[in-house]
C-alpha cells in the first residue's frame, strides 16, 4: 500500500519505519494505525530485514499518542483505530524481529505505549517520557496499564499513570523504561551501532528469544481486548474525556469539579 502518514525504508538488512506528522508532532490518527500496521508486517515478511526501527519524523517529537484534534473522530472510526492498534500490537510483538524505538523529542501517551512494545529504546537526552491518560480523562488501555507495572514495577508504574507527570531520558533510563541515553547528535550513530550488532546475530536465534521473553506478557492480551471498546465509547460520549480534550485544545486546565461531586476550586494537572 501507499504511505501518506509514515515513511518506510528498507536497506542494508534494516527496515526503518518513521511516523511522517511532524506538524502534529506525530500524533497518530487511525490511518497511521493502520499504515504501521501493514508496514511492521512488511517488514515481518521480507526475508531481507532482520531489525526494525521505529521512530519519529523532526526533532521535536517521537510520538505524542492519538490525535485529539482529529475531526474524523466517530463511534466507527474510534473503535475502528482501536481495533486496529490490535493488529498493529501483534503485528509488532509476533514479528520475531528486534524492533528499535529511536526516540528525540516527546514520548508520550500512547507514544510511549508504542515505545514499550518495542524491543529496545534507544533516546536522545531530549527525549521526554509519560502518560497523559488521567490528565485528559482517560487512561492507557492499548498496553500502558497493563504492561508498564512488569516494565517500571508497581510502585512506579502507578506514579507514571496517576500522577501524568513528564519524565527525562536520564530518569527514563533509570525506570528502565529505555535502554541507552546519548546526545542528540550521536542518536543515529548509536541506533547503527546496536543495529548493526544485532544484524550480526543469528536471525532464527533472535526470533526464538523474542516470542520466548513475550511468552509472559503475551497472557495480557485478555486483559487489553475490553479496553479498546471502553477507550471508544469514552472518547465519544465521555463527558470527562470531552472536558479533558476541550482543555487541552482551549490552554487551559480541565475542570473536574462537577465529577467529584463538589464546588471546589479545580485542581491543577
Known amino acids: 500500500m501507499s504511505y501518506e502518514d509514515i515513511r518506510w525504508h528498507a536497506a542494508d538488512g ?34 531481507t ?16 499518542g492519538g490525535d485529539v484534534q482529529d475531526p474524523t473522530n466517530t463511534m466507527a472510526t474510534k473503535r475502528r483505530g482501536h481495533h486496529v492498534a490490535d493488529r ?14 529511536r526516540v528525540q523529542g516527546f514520548c508520550i501517551g500512547g507514544g510511549n505505549e508504542l515505545n514499550m512494545v518495542c524491543d529496545l529504546t534507544i533516546s ?3 527525549g ?25 514495577g508497581e510502585k512506579k508504574a502507578r506514579e507514571v499513570l496517576f500522577l501524568t507527570n513528564q519524565y527525562t531520558a536520564y530518569e527514563a533510563l533509570r525506570m528502565g523504561l529505555v535502554n541507552a541515553v546519548v546526545p542528540d547528535d550521536q542518536l543515529d550513530a548509536e541506533v547503527d551501532s546496536w543495529c548493526e550488532q544485532i544484524l550480526q546475530r543469528s536471525p532464527v536465534g533472535l526470533r526464538m528469544a523474542k516470542l ?45 469539579r462537577t465529577f467529584r461531586g463538589g464546588a471546589g476550586p479545580a485542581v491543577s494537572p
Open 88 to 101: 498493529l500490537g501483534a503485528a509488532m510483538r509476533n514479528n520475531g524481529k528486534p524492533i528499535i524505538a
Open 212 to 256: 520466548a521473553l513475550n511468552s509472559a506478557s503475551d497472557l495480557l492480551y485478555g486483559a487489553i481486548q475490553p479496553g479498546y471498546e471502553l477507550m471508544a465509547i469514552n472518547h465519544i460520549h465521555g463527558d470527562e474525556v470531552q472536558e479533558g480534550i476541550t482543555a487541552f485544545r482551549e490552554r487551559r486546565s480541565p475542570d473536574w
Open 49 to 64: 530485514v532482520g531489525v526494525i526501527v521505529l521512530t519519529g519524523a523532526g526533532e521535536r517529537a517521537f510520538c505524542v
Open 124 to 126: 536522545g537526552e531530549s
Open 128 to 152: 521526554r517520557f509519560g502518560q497523559a491518560g488521567p490528565k485528559i480523562g482517560t487512561a492507557p488501555l492499548w498496553w500502558g496499564c497493563e504492561y508498564i507495572p512488569l516494565v517500571l
Open 14 to 47: 534494516r527496515a526503518t519505519i518513521t511516523i511522517n506528522r511532524p506538524e502534529r508532532l506525530n500524533a497518530f490518527r487511525t490511518q497511521t494505525l493502520v499504515e504501521l500496521a501493514d508496514a511492521f508486517e512488511r517488514a515481518a515478511d521480507d526475508e
